[in-house]
């Protein structure tokens, strides 16, 4: 072969290997955590934490959890997320001084909490870094950042639709920055938009206020829906529950150990 048609083929071989892989390509792994859809869970904010119950997945408050409790989590072969508010300031948190009162907005109805002003993400991009840092470093597998739909509240500020998926996809990147999974809570009506931007999705109520179907897409998507429901019975949204595959169970709105699972 002349050196002419050697320097042909090198080149041809070249682009081929350049060329980009076609739509049926899996994505590449990420290394993070994926939750499943029906993974049994276990969501304890209040009171003494029972390591013990035979689950999964554990969603438990970053802040008042040691690296120490993650760790035994791990051990017991749980999954851990760190259920942080990203959306609202709790006068309580040992970071809560560094909050600017520009940013602080009405009380969100729970005592001692008031919506952020998610606009500012100047402002409030360092101390949620700050946070996921906390869940980082203590082992967490994942995290729940709470009060995501402060658009459809009365916050006192005038947020829009789009504020929220710009700050929400701001928590997302944040997270994965760090190795975390990291789940939508609530705001279903952004389900559509931010689907592609979470891992998992963490829900209150949707069966109660008929709107369980909303969170099929990340089901479809190979991604868990975690559910709470406070007030109906378990035969009332059971069923559904199930055919949607979704992970869901009763507990009281304290968040304490009791729970009773589909």
Known sequence: M????????????LLAGC??????????????WQPEPGQEWQWQLSGRLDPAVDVPVYDIDG??????????????????????????????????GRFPGEVLGR??????ERWLDIRRTDLLEPLMAARLDMCRDKGFDAVE?????????????PLTASDQLRYNRLIARLAHERGLAVGLKNDLDQVPELLGDFDFAVNEQCAEFRECELLSPFVR????????EY??????FCPDAERLRMSSMRKRYELGVWRDPC
Not at 2 to 13: G, I
Not at 65 to 93: F, M, N, P, Q
């Open 2 to 13: 002349s050196r002419r048609a050697l320097l042909l083929v090198a080149a041809l071989l």
């Open 221 to 228: 998507a190979g991604k868990a829906v975690f559910h709470v």
């Open 145 to 157: 950042p709470d009060n995501m739909d402060g658009y459809a509240n009365d916050t006192g500020f």
């Open 231 to 236: 007030e109906l019975r378990k035969r009332d």
């Open 107 to 112: 009380g969100n109805g729970w005592e001692g």
């Open 63 to 96: 802040f008042d959890h040691s690296a120490g409790t993650v760790a035994d989590l791990h051990r017991r072969g749980r999954k851990v997320i760190c259920y942080l508010s990203t959306g609202a300031h709790e006068d309580w948190r040992p970071d809560a």
């Open 19 to 32: 060329t980009s892989p076609s739509d049926d390509t899996p994505a590449p792994r990420t290394g993070r």
